[in-house]
């Protein structure tokens, strides 16, 4: 009997236990935002050597923290990321192609491993309105860089077609913060 006593209190205790983290869970909230940057890509005037490719890198920092995330930073459970986009806002030159090879790759300092690079392919044809997605494996893989709550940079680099040219790129991430107000 007293065995059974002593089970039927372990069987109530777990039970108890895990349904708090159960009804903990009841009280998450989803919190949306957009990190975005803009990138700033010249391309060299003179020629790579032994090609018609013209170098460039770029980069920019941006923080994983901003307005609408500062008031649950210490509540903050997972990054959901549903999208990253490198869109094109602006081109000074027409017919400019990024060339296969050329990468976006996203990272931060306490995990310059952990990085996402985006290859546009065959080539990427520079136009305003066009754009580079991340594929979902590669989403999980930012999703991992976010939850470092560090600032993020994020790169460009690789050749194009034409030298002396400016492109004015944005990298917007948008992700779901879930908070909870009890952890």
């Not at 976006?104 to 065959?122: A, E, K, R, Y």
Request: net charge negative.
């Amino acid at each position: 009997m007293k065995n059974v006593l002593t089970f039927l209190s372990l069987v109530l205790l777990s039970v108890t236990l895990t349904s708090c983290e159960g009804i903990k869970g009841w009280f998450d909230r989803e919190v949306d935002t957009t990190l975005d940057g803009e990138l700033l890509i010249v391309t060299d005037q003179t020629e790579l050597k032994s090609a018609n490719d013209y170098g460039f890198d770029a980069f920019v920092t941006i923080e994983v923290m901003n307005d609408d995330l500062y008031e649950h930073e210490d509540k903050i459970q997972d990054f959901r990321t549903s999208d990253c986009t490198f869109e094109v806002l602006a081109v000074d030159s027409a017919g400019v192609v990024l060339l296969e090879g050329s990468t976006f790759t996203i990272f931060n300092d306490d995990n310059p491993g952990l990085s996402v690079s985006v290859p546009p392919g065959t080539g990427f044809p520079v136009e305003v309105g066009s754009y580079v997605t991340l594929t979902e494996e590669a989403l999980e893989v930012l999703d991992d860089i976010l939850d470092d709550r560090i600032p993020i940079t994020i790169t460009a680099s690789g050749a194009a077609n034409k030298g002396g040219v400016t492109i004015e790129l944005r990298c917007g991430i948008e992700t779901t913060v879930i908070v909870n107000p009890f952890d």
